[in-house]
């Protein structure tokens, strides 16, 4: 030290020295990890305790002048518990979807029974949840059964009802725990076949995914046959048929022979749907009667006199694998609501009576509103 000036206490800082050398020999020593020192031009002890602990101050070195804190045992790593994050205030919570309405077997066969004609499918239906109802019960109480199959053909024209008794199948499966969900998903092939070998297997068996805890219901599936890209998607069909035997119900669908054709072809399919329902063309009461019920349900009323127009014009439809049962009978109303609007183009303020009037008139073959008589119509060009 240079003369005059006062330097600091030699034994004080000595013994601070000491004493911190200490504290760092144990702390390597009830520690595996020193944090590394600060970097130069700050104090090299700085750092070797914890931040709360604030700097190490040495006697006249430095601000001020105190004694060593005591040095902080080595930080816990704390557990990060897996927990719900709470909502943050303000923000806005995506609302959960409301629960759908569980429907019971009895209303769900109930819903069947009024259906309109079907009387060989309704009753077959029947029989199936009988089968499957006691089938249920010995498994659950330990007794061996045998293998039955849920998967169904239904084979018919057009219109008939087949994808409505697919819909009720699935619920009421549901509704007997042997689907977990009971959903319905319609497809057909352009649905199952890609444009190149290998991938018709991937987009099979995603869709047969979304149909999983209930009804794949494939219309036309005859329009597999022919084709290695049909039967990728018949064997992928099979395998994941398989896979899913306790929660997957297919219901293949389309018209008598060719249906027929389609499964026997295919053996794996053969020995899977073994149970066939044939939806029958409806009879003309049974057309007027959904005639009728479709007006109903759309707030029409058939003035007198319509129903025998409706008929008149059934005697003289062919009937035919094309004809389209309930399709044409709603084609018939929705062509008679045109015709009314035309009826009812200058009536400035109709009454309520009136736009719900369907007349006799009303139901007629062609277009609806035909231009006036007095305005000559163009022949359309090409």
Do not use: C
Not at 78 to 87: K, L, N, S
Not at 138 to 147: H, K, N, V
Not at 292 to 310: P, Q, V
């Amino acid at each position: 030290m240079s003369g005059g000036s006062q330097g600091p206490d030699a034994a004080g800082l000595r013994a601070a020295m000491e004493s911190a050398l200490a504290r760092i020999a144990a702390l390597r020593e009830a520690s595996d990890e020193i944090r590394t020192p600060s970097p130069a031009g700050l104090n090299p002890l700085d750092g070797l305790f914890g931040d709360a602990a604030g700097p190490v101050r040495f006697p006249g070195i430095g601000a001020g002048a105190g004694s060593l804190p005591d040095a902080p045992s080595p930080p816990a790593t704390p557990a990060t518990p897996a927990t719900t994050p709470e909502p943050v205030e303000g923000q806005q919570q995506e609302p959960e979807p409301p629960a759908q309405p569980t429907k019971t077997v009895a209303e769900l066969l109930a819903e069947l029974d009024a259906l309109t004609g079907l009387a060989e499918v309704k009753g077959e239906i029947h029989r199936q949840v009988a089968v499957l109802r006691v089938e249920k019960m010995r498994t659950e109480a330990g007794l061996r059964s045998a293998t039955i199959t849920r998967h169904l053909v239904f084979v018919g024209n057009p219109g008939t009802g087949k994808t409505t008794v697919a819909r009720l199948v699935g619920g009421i499966y549901a509704a007997m725990g042997l689907l977990s969900r009971g959903q319905l998903v319609e497809v057909d092939r352009s649905e199952l076949v890609a444009g190149y070998l290998g991938q018709t297997a991937l987009k099979t068996a995603e869709v047969v995914a979304s149909a999983a805890g209930g009804v794949l219901f494939i219309d036309e599936a005859y329009s597999l046959s022919g084709d290695q890209y049909g039967r990728e998607a018949v064997d992928t069909l099979v395998k994941e048929m398989e896979d899913r035997r306790d929660d997957l119900v297919v219901i293949v669908a389309g018209y008598p022979d060719p249906m027929a054709e389609f499964v026997a072809q295919n053996p794996g399919l053969a020995s899977r749907f073994r149970t066939v329902l044939d939806f029958a063309d409806y009879s003309d009461d049974e057309l007027v009667e959904i005639l009728a019920s479709m007006a109903a349900a759309s707030d029409y009323d058939l003035l007198e006199g319509t129903t025998e127009r409706f008929r008149a014009l059934l005697a003289d439809e062919p009937r035919g694998p094309t004809f389209g049962n309930a399709r044409h009978a709603r084609n018939v109303l929705e062509a008679a609501i045109g015709h009314q609007a035309w009826r009812l183009r200058d009536v400035d303020e109709p009454t309520l009576a009136q736009l719900r009037e369907i007349t006799p008139d009303d139901l007629s073959v062609g277009d609806a509103g035909p231009p006036p008589t007095d305005v000559p119509s163009e022949e359309p060009a090409g």
